[in-house]
């Protein structure tokens, strides 16, 4: 089976000469759900990014499926089949649930084709969104604001879906109630990565687990193997792991 997202040995950083991310390799298989782990500094969110287009390249390669996409923009990206959840101002608040929604309708559509054959399934998977979808989008919870920021991504069709930090602020139910969505979202076929520090909620939820540290990949390997795995406790500490299971 193809990959539906290859990253090999990528650089890349926000000033020329200072990378954050240093080689670090990545396969995602189609349908996989793939959790980046690593401790405070380790290039997670910069990695994510970069395979976003929004943090500069300047070494190795980005693949989606047999498509290089390692210098393409962000906004081109959309309508390649990647879309990506930031971890912050990932909704306009002032702008109701409907207005983000058709917002974003408004964009990814395709040509003689209005938004609504886009809306329809996106309220359909998130009911909560459709009933308040008068309600501006900054009163929501901090859980139903993640789910809008999903959904919006969602409208653009993305065959990868990448988050940052999607439990960020979140209670334990929330974190639960969102990771249940991602779930659903995943069972619709799109494939997703997204960089986590709840450890034990994304071993829960993903196929596979990399656990980054100084801007590479230091362990991958099946969730199902790593949870109370003495390794990434190692790692985080930035004690060395004693060996590396999966591979790149």
Known sequence: MSAELVVE??????????PIVRGASLTVAPGEIVAILGPNGAGKSTLVKAVAGLVPVSGGRVRLGDIDITHVPAHRLVHAGLAFVPQTDNVFAGLTVAENLELAAAIVKAPRRGPDERLAP??????????????AAGRLSGGQRQMLAVARALIARPRVLMLDEPSAGLSPKLVAQVFAKL??????????????????AALALADRA???????ERLVARADELHGDARIAELYLGRPAASVAGGR
């Open 9 to 18: 040995q990528i650089e890349a950083g926000y000033e020329p000469g200072l």
């Open 210 to 216: 990399a656990v980054l540290v100084e801007g590479r």
């Open 122 to 135: 996106v309220y359909a998977m998130f009911p909560d969104l459709a009933r308040q979808r008068r309600l």
């Open 183 to 200: 779930a659903e979202v995943r069972a619709g076929g799109v494939t997703l990565v997204l960089v986590e520090q709840n450890v034990k």
